[in-house]
């Protein structure tokens, strides 16, 4: 009913069907015998008569690094009564303040991709504090609830508006910078 892929019955893929309510939850995707790859953690709301709610915030932290190994995030913006109109999100790529919190290899310079399912690219930054929207940023982040970026970070930040639809983001690293670290990349749903 989510419009997911369906995994072969001999394969090794897991899946979990759980209701969460208010609050925090966290979900890690490890290899069953330590073995590191590139994997896909899915996370789909399933409609239901008696469960309303929505996502207000969903993040990823992963080492990203060239190829296939660039850290991506995907999501879709609905709009159930079919007007068309957007909903304004924060998107963050996290790289050097993750170092605050004991990160020992943060990406040093990320850059925020943010791309429509066509591969069309709707926006990029890179160093958040460059936007023309800096300060709105900040008190967007506050609003929501996001911990504070230094005003010289090299993180990287867009809030915007978004039309309904399906979109990744990726993190990758500045012309020159580092090409591999943590990455934190983050969407918040602004109201």
Known sequence: TTGAFPFTADSND??????FYTGTSTLQLTD??????????????????????EFLNLSLRARTAPGEKVATAGFVVVDPQNFGRPVKLL??????TLSQSGIAFPLADPVLTLYRSSGEVVAVNDNWSDNANASAITSTAAQVGAFALPASSKDAALLLDVAPG????QATAATGAPATGVTLIEIYLVR
Not at 32 to 38: D, E, L, T
Not at 91 to 96: D, E, F, N, T
Not at 166 to 169: A, E, H, M, Q, R
């Open 14 to 19: 897991a899946a979990l069907l759980k209701t």
């Open 32 to 53: 069953q015998g330590n073995a590191s790859g590139v994997g896909v953690l899915e996370i789909y709301r399933v409609p239901a008569d008696n469960v309303v709610g």
């Open 91 to 96: 998107l963050r790529a996290v790289g050097p």
């Open 166 to 169: 399906v979109y990744s983001i």
